[in-house]
């Protein structure tokens, strides 16, 4: 059996590896489009607080909470945008493996700066609204929900598939 015939019956689809890399490449573009719609949301939000009234009665608690989730989303946003820089450096060298393999591991990282990027506006929020109590609980309940809802589901779920296939290709 040819290394073509191999993968295609490992993975299949009736692809070739190139294929399958245009086809991940594709993907994650599409996923970094999401994510990029979600940070810039939380990032303009965040960038309008300072010009509120209210925001001078912050003490210095909620300054640094606020200056530190305006650090995670100028991060994630470069995160977010390192792929197409990436491929814009590695465009026609022929290193589409290597491409998709770093941005899967950016995109991770991206995941990752969401996920604390959220938890750290909601406990902000709930900080000034209902309390420092309030603003420490949510920010613990919601990262314990976060991380099972990016770590132990997707692992969780490519456990089951592959008990089900033998194994999982993508």
Request: proline share 2%; aromatic share 6%.
């Amino acid at each position: 059996m040819s290394d073509v015939e191999d993968f295609t019956s490992r993975s299949g689809r009736n692809e070739t590896r190139e294929e399958q890399l245009d086809r991940n490449w594709g993907e994650l573009l599409q996923e970094l489009r999401v994510l990029q719609t979600g940070v810039q949301i939380l990032a303009g939000f965040l960038l309008t607080l300072p010009f509120q009234q209210r925001f001078r009665e912050l003490d210095d608690f909620q300054v640094g909470l606020y200056l530190v989730n305006v650090v995670i989303a100028t991060l994630t946003t470069a995160f977010i945008l390192l792929p197409v820089s990436v491929h814009r450096r590695l465009f026609r060298k022929r290193l589409k493996e290597t491409l998709v393999s770093s941005a899967d591991s950016i995109t991770k990282i991206a995941l990752a700066g969401v996920g604390m990027l959220s938890v750290g506006t909601a406990s902000l929020v709930f900080d000034v609204t209902a309390g420092r109590m309030a603003g420490l609980t949510a920010g613990g309940v919601l990262l314990a929900i976060l991380l099972v809802l990016m770590i132990y589901v997707p692992l969780h779920l490519n456990k089951r598939a592959a008990g089900r296939n033998g194994s999982v290709s993508d």
